[in-house]
């Protein structure tokens, strides 16, 4: 069974650049796309950044436009999301998942990766 697993996770300062990274391992593994969601203590898991693994649009959560940045690396079955110009209000668990169905909503996400955490101090 596929697996997701997240790295790149620390603490920073306001204003600072990270990037996470996700690995896909195991087999079979059927995604149409990928994505970055994110958490934060006592807030419901929202929607950060979408990418298809071939073609498609990417698509951005409107408060990290301009900042983050979603990529895929096929021959590879990763994912990585830039983070620039980091702010305290980014401060959340980010999970990597993958979805089949088309539309882009938490319930068409059937994997998910454990998380890794993001701190940014102000």
């Known amino acids: 069974q596929a697996q997701l697993v997240e790295s790149g996770g620390g603490l920073v300062q306001a204003g600072d650049s990270l990037t996470l990274s996700c690995t896909v391992s195991?087999?079979?593994?059927?995604?149409?796309?990928m994505a970055w969601f994110r958490q934060a203590p006592g807030k419901e898991r929202e929607f950060v950044a979408d990418i298809p693994w071939v073609g498609g649009t990417t698509v951005y959560a409107d408060s990290v436009k301009g900042r983050f940045t979603i990529s895929r690396n096929i021959a590879k079955r990763t994912l990585h999301l830039q983070m620039t110009s980091l702010k305290p209000e980014d401060t959340a668990v980010y999970y990597c998942?993958?979805?089949?169905?088309?539309?882009?909503?938490?319930?068409?996400?059937?994997?998910w990766g454990q998380g890794t955490q993001v701190s940014v101090s102000s």
């Open positions: 998942a993958s979805r089949v169905t088309t539309g882009i909503i938490l319930r068409n996400y059937d994997y």
């Open positions: 195991g087999r079979p593994f059927n995604s149409n796309a």
